[in-house]
């Protein structure tokens, strides 16, 4: 450890050196440098676009103002926000559940590893098979897969069954999440891709907060399996929603892949 120590020293020392001493060896350079060298060509100031840019930027909340008027837009985000406040509830309600039937951090380890070897598993085989069917009906079989994967949590209690429940939601994971990303890239016009993907991005941080605070009121309340069985229901909703909901959103990529094709 010693001589680990010694080395590091000295490495930092040399760091020290160099960084304080750059007139010194910039002299030594120019000294063997035989020919003067040319003054650089003064490049164009390139600060002018940034101002330009600056200037014409929208405030934050007026950005996200014309985000939530774009309706075929807002009924997505509020979908996804239903299906991932389902989604999210192997963060609080999962693992307690699990312990009232006890099942300790062991095995709501091997649910998560199950998940994770799901995803690295299952992405690279799905992924290259689901861009030949319609997004709304992936998006609506992802939400029913993520209600019957908690849902089945109701009829349970034993490993074997949250196992199966793992599987289903990480399958409507699998299937779901790259559609979503995608379509909310395709859906915003370009000069407010970035204020849609802040949108989505929101959606998240808002489920992670509203599932374990909802979770825990409905399991003190009304017990889990009440709980599982509201998952079920909220996501058939969802998986109805995108379907109802899906025209609309159809029209409004025909609108931006062909500028001249009215919007509706």
Aim: charged fraction near 15%; aromatic fraction near 8%.
């Amino acid at each position: 450890m010693g001589r680990m120590a010694d080395l590091l020293r000295q490495a930092e020392r040399a760091r020290l050196d160099l960084h304080d001493a750059p007139i010194p060896i910039t002299e030594i350079l120019a000294v063997r440098d035989p020919e003067p060298m040319d003054p650089p060509e003064e490049e164009p100031d390139q600060t002018i676009p940034f101002i330009e840019v600056a200037d014409v930027h929208e405030p934050a909340i007026r950005g996200l103002a014309r985000v939530f008027a774009d309706g075929p837009y807002l009924s997505f985000l509020l979908l996804q926000l239903a299906a991932l406040a389902v989604f999210t509830q192997w963060q609080l309600a999962l693992p307690v559940d699990m312990a009232n039937h006890g099942l300790g951090p062991a095995a709501y380890a091997f649910l998560m590893a199950l998940n994770c070897a799901g995803v690295v598993l299952l992405q690279p085989i799905l992924s290259a098979r689901l861009h030949r069917f319609d997004a709304a009906r992936l998006l609506a079989a992802s939400a029913l897969l993520f209600g019957a994967g908690y849902g089945v949590n109701a009829a349970g209690g034993n490993l074997v069954v949250y196992g199966i429940g793992t599987a289903l939601w990480t399958i409507g994971e699998v299937i779901g999440f790259p559609v979503a990303s995608t379509l909310v890239a395709n859906l915003a016009p370009p000069a407010l891709r970035g204020r849609y993907q802040g949108a989505f991005a929101m959606c998240w941080g808002v489920a992670f907060i509203i599932s374990p605070i909802g979770a825990g009121e409905v399991m003190q309340r009304f017990g889990a399996r009440s709980l599982w069985l509201l998952c079920f229901v909220v996501s058939l909703a969802v998986s109805a929603g995108h379907l109802i909901t899906a025209e609309p959103r159809r029209r409004r990529l025909v609108a931006l892949l062909d500028p001249r094709t009215p919007s509706t």
